[in-house]
């Protein structure tokens, strides 16, 4: 966890088997600047655990909670019933089903609980939602959210003049 201030964002997770994919959104976030916390915690195995984190997030400074999970994937849409804190669900990529399991889980919530859902294993896109629910009340979160779309903008187009130039059999000789 970086240790700036009181965490603004959860990263949780259904079991140790979802970090590779969780990883990322730690990532993301560290790469900003923001703090985050992050936790295994499984709706089915640890349910009492799991109801005193949503039960006490928001004391602890959460204000986004990035939920990630497979097969049957119920944690985000438990934790979106348990809190106001918005949740992003990241559907975990399955043996089974390659993770549609997971993703229908998640974007399937009944009517007034929601859990913004990104893709299969997105978790550097959860990330990066977080950051711009963060964005409306932080502006310097902001303002690096700008640069960082500037910056992708500046490498496509980096990428697309460099085609140009060599044409696409050179190009991809590297």
Partial sequence: MVKVGMPKVGIIMGSDSDLPVMKEAAKVLEDFEVDYEMKVISAHRTPERLHEYARTAEERGIEVIIAGAGGAAHLP???????????????????????????????????????????????????????????????????????????MKRKVEEKSKKLEELGWRKYLEG
């Fill in 77 to 151: 849409g438990v934790l979106a019933a348990l809190t106001m804190i918005p949740v992003i669900g990241v559907p975990i990529k399955s043996k089974a089903l390659n993770g549609l399991d997971s993703l229908l889980s998640i974007v399937q919530m009944p009517p007034g609980i929601p859990v913004a859902t990104v893709g299969i294993d997105g978790a550097k896109n959860a990330a990066l939602l977080a950051l711009e629910i963060l964005s409306i009340k932080y502006p310097e979160i902001k303002e690096k959210l700008k640069k960082y779309r500037e910056d």
